[in-house]
């Protein structure tokens, strides 16, 4: 080889070039439709070459494979498969609003069944196809070579009518993707000819002509707004769904009817999809899910269960199967052989401008072939006329070129005309041709002026286009199939179709193990059976209902939300599952200290938090209503200024109430709740009570400003103390309050917890591990003097480590 015949080329500049030409195929010869003719090439093909065999919709039907083998040999260089896919498409009347091909055999189905192999189906064109062809042998369209120039090929059809449109177009190829609806046909002619008169009109204006897509599957298109964007600009987004009806059944029962559904949505994919909704028991109250459709139209029956919400699992099934779709207007189409995003009036002028060039072109065609019969004819009647010279002057000559020859050089007739009198047969000398002739000459010469009329009028040219749409419009014109809805209506879909309602048994534990449990479960084991880790105790439990809610507040000022019914269902000896591994962001020594269950938040009431570095206030309880990521992040529950500081006491709060708080050096406070403002969920609150140096909140309750109530104080040595908390006086909020335990000079009492009783017993730990269960209400109530009495010894036991109160296990 010689060496400069060797280029060195960058990889950029080989990948760039050969990509380039490889995209510019796709796109231009491929997988966008032409503005003109709506088809893909492969389509093209198929109509033209099935045309030319004379495969019509008058003749027989044919071997698919035979005419597949046609378009590959003469016109389309590649697999043969490819191209019976795209001969199948055209005749499923379910993908094309009018079909361009008529299949015998099995050509597929609604629920993606395969067609059956081209060796057993048959194939012709459909009468409409006939019309996107009409004219094509007049010279009205550009032909080039087919690949291996042995035939010649159009380049775009005449298409009598806007095939875009009335078929739409999905494809995708490289850097651009087309999906653009089908259209009614009558709709669409009569915007086009409303288009032809009007250049001028607008979007708006030919909407009233053409409203919205009119798909072969109908079903319900919403969004009027949205649907005039799609058709100004080529892209938008529409939804689409399935035509429904809610029947009664017998015994108190319903069943949802689905008589048509979104455009190219599997059938039997979402039959399957609302069987599995019914099997996995995302929702109750499906009893069973049938197809039904059969030769008389499409029918999905889903059956319900007794006394539930038909509408509440139509919106359901509306929103998670493909009941309902978006339709996504993605207007793309080659136009001047460049691909372009098109709106409705772009694609309307296009096809204009193609039709009045393919009418330009036959009447120049006929014209032409007009004038030369004319000339014939002329040549005919001049030569009958004159018919014995004629016949003694050919009877006289050597052959037919002689006789050619003299006729023009005799009786001045052209060539053509010698022509055609020396190829007269004898039985045209009757003498009834000549009127025949006359009145074809007359004929001839009014054709020749209404075609002039055509080429030389713009006017006419367009009366004849409208003419002919309405041709088209009358024979083959049908009702629309799909319904427009100007609104789209946005699905609600209330907790109660989602949830059967059903009465659990709500655990939470001091370790933060969640869980539910069915009745069943529970009332089949004995309460102390609750499935628990070693050292845990219980924190909450109570029964509540799968349509409630449940708020868990932290020590760390967090808040997470659950609805009852996304809690872990297991059963009562089964041990939970752990909050953090759901919540994501939980810090290590940052438990649950409160669980309030409730149905619906209340305006009227409040929490109260209150923390151990002596800060106090309430917030709404609607504040905490659920946000968009309650399932993996909780949201705070308050703003702590210090990374010691935690939430010691939390409570709801109803009615008036006054504040009793008490500090590690036992000093006690009593004020009005209504002294602490209601603020926000991330506020810090305010002070609740003047600390000394080195002193802490170790409690707080809610208690009654007239009456008694008994709170239990245990200090660190062990003592436990009952006392009245109406024992001290409504003092105001930040004092530094009155001492709750008497003051020793050789070590004093400091307290360690500080609650209002109530039925459950307290879990006290020391700082050896030893544990004490305690119930409060045995001791008596001494006065604020008193330091109570010893629970345990601390020189054996240690000081108290911690104190909890423990919820009892049974809850019926």
């Known amino acids: 080889m010689e060496k400069h015949a060797i280029q060195e080329l960058t990889l950029e500049e080989v990948m760039g070039d050969r990509f380039g030409r490889y995209s510019k195929y796709i796109i231009q010869e491929r997988a966008l439709p032409d503005i003109r003719d709506g088809l893909k090439p492969v389509q093209r093909r198929i109509l033209f070459s099935m045309n030319k065999d004379g495969n019509t919709f008058e003749k027989a039907f044919r071997k698919s494979a035979k005419s597949v083998g046609n378009v590959m040999g003469n016109y389309h260089p590649h697999g043969d498969s490819s191209i019976y896919e795209a001969m199948v498409r055209m005749s499923q009347d379910w993908k094309l609003r009018e079909t361009l091909i008529e299949m015998h055999g099995n050509n597929g189905s609604m629920d993606g069944d395969p067609p059956a192999a081209m060796r057993y189906t048959?194939?012709?064109?459909?009468?409409?196809?006939?019309?996107?062809?009409?004219?094509?042998?007049?010279?009205?369209?550009?032909?080039?070579?087919?690949?291996?120039?042995?035939?010649?090929?159009?380049?775009?059809?005449?298409?009598?009518?806007?095939?875009?449109?009335?078929?739409?177009?999905?494809?995708?190829?490289?850097?651009?993707?087309?999906?653009?609806?089908?259209?009614?046909?009558?709709?669409?002619?009569?915007?086009?000819?409303?288009?032809?008169?009007?250049?001028?009109?607008?979007?708006?204006?030919?909407?009233?002509?053409i409203p919205g897509p009119d798909f072969p599957t109908g079903g319900i298109l919403q969004g009027k707004e949205e649907l005039k964007k799609a058709y100004e600009t080529g892209r938008g987004k529409v939804i689409l769904r399935s035509k429904t009806k809610i029947e009664p059944l017998k015994g108190g029962k319903q069943q949802i009817v689905v008589s048509e559904i979104p455009y190219e949505v599997n059938k039997a994919v979402l039959v399957k999809k609302i069987d599995e909704i019914r099997l996995n028991k995302k929702i109750d109250g499906i009893a069973e899910v049938r197809d039904e459709t059969d030769r008389t139209g499409l029918q999905i029956v889903v059956e319900l269960k007794k006394d539930v919400n038909a509408e509440g699992i139509l919106n359901y099934l509306f929103k998670n199967t493909e009941l309902q779709v978006n339709y996504n207007f993605n207007m793309v189409a080659i136009d001047n052989m460049t691909p372009h995003q098109v709106g409705l009036k772009r694609i309307l002028e296009s096809y204009v401008s193609h039709r009045k060039e393919v009418i330009t072109k036959r009447s120049e065609f006929e014209l032409a072939k007009a004038r030369k019969r004319q000339h014939i004819v002329e040549g005919l009647i001049k030569a009958l006329s004159i018919l014995d010279e004629v016949i003694a002057v050919i009877r006289g000559s050597k052959d037919k070129k002689n006789a050619k020859e003299n006729l023009v050089s005799k009786f001045q007739f052209t060539e053509e005309q010698a022509e055609a009198i020396v190829t007269l047969q004898l039985y045209r000398l009757t003498n009834t041709d000549i009127t025949q002739l006359e009145q074809e000459a007359q004929e001839l010469s009014e054709t020749i002026q209404a075609l002039q009329e055509i080429l030389g009028n713009e006017r006419s040219l367009f009366q004849l286009m409208k003419k002919e749409l309405r041709e088209v419009k009358k024979q083959y014109g049908n009702p629309r199939r799909t319904q427009l809805e100007a609104e789209i209506t946005e699905i609600k879909i209330e907790t109660e179709v989602l949830v059967a309602p059903e009465e659990v048994i709500l655990t939470v534990t001091h370790e933060g193990y969640v869980k539910r449990s069915s009745l069943r479960s529970y009332s089949a084991s004995s309460p102390e059976e609750i499935g628990m880790k070693e050292g845990d105790f219980l924190l909450y439990s109570g029964q509540v209902n799968t349509l409630d809610h449940v708020l868990l507040f932290t020590n760390k000022a967090n808040v997470i939300y659950r609805p009852v019914h996304e809690l872990p269902d297991l059963r009562w000896k089964d041990v939970g599952e752990h909050i953090s591994q759901t919540i994501l962001n939980l810090g290590m020594d940052e438990s649950i200290i409160a669980v309030f269950p409730y149905k619906e938040l209340s305006e009227e009431k409040n929490f109260v938090f209150a923390t151990r570095d002596g800060m106090i206030k309430q917030t709404k309880m609607t504040e905490f209503e659920p946000w968009r990521t309650y399932k993996s992040r909780p949201v705070a529950s308050m703003k702590l200024k210090s990374p010691e500081d935690h939430i010691v006491a939390v409570f709801l709060n109803e009615g008036e109430q006054d504040v009793f708080l008490v500090s590690h050096r036992a000093f006690g406070l009593r004020y009005p709740l209504s002294e602490v403002p209601v603020v926000g969920s991330k506020a810090a609150g305010v002070k609740a009570i003047n600390l000394k140096d080195g002193d802490h909140v170790v409690g707080a309750a809610l208690v009654h400003p007239e009456g008694d109530t008994p709170v239990t104080i245990i200090s660190q040595r062990g003592a436990v103390k009952r006392m009245l908390a109406q024992e001290l006086p409504q003092l105001g909020r930040a004092k530094r309050g009155l001492m709750v335990l008497r003051e020793l000079k050789k070590n004093p009492h400091r307290a360690v917890y500080m609650g209002a009783d109530n039925e459950l017993p307290l879990l006290v730990t020391t700082q050896k591990g030893t544990q004490h269960i305690l119930d409060s209400t045995q001791y008596p109530i001494s006065d604020r003097t008193s330091n109570g009495s010893f629970l345990i010894d601390e020189k054996t036991e240690g000081q108290v480590y911690e104190v909890h109160q423990m919820h009892s296990a049974s809850v019926i």
Do not use: C
């Not at 196809?129 to 009409?134: A, F």
């Open 122 to 209: 048959e194939a012709r064109l459909s009468e409409l196809s006939g019309e996107l062809l009409k004219d094509i042998e007049k010279e009205t369209v550009e032909f080039v070579w087919n690949f291996d120039d042995t035939e010649k090929e159009p380049t775009v059809l005449p298409a009598k009518f806007p095939n875009l449109l009335v078929n739409g177009s999905t494809g995708i190829s490289a850097g651009y993707a087309t999906e653009i609806p089908t259209h009614n046909l009558a709709e669409v002619i009569d915007g086009t000819i409303y288009l032809i008169d009007h250049p001028q009109a607008t979007t708006e204006k030919l909407m009233e002509y």
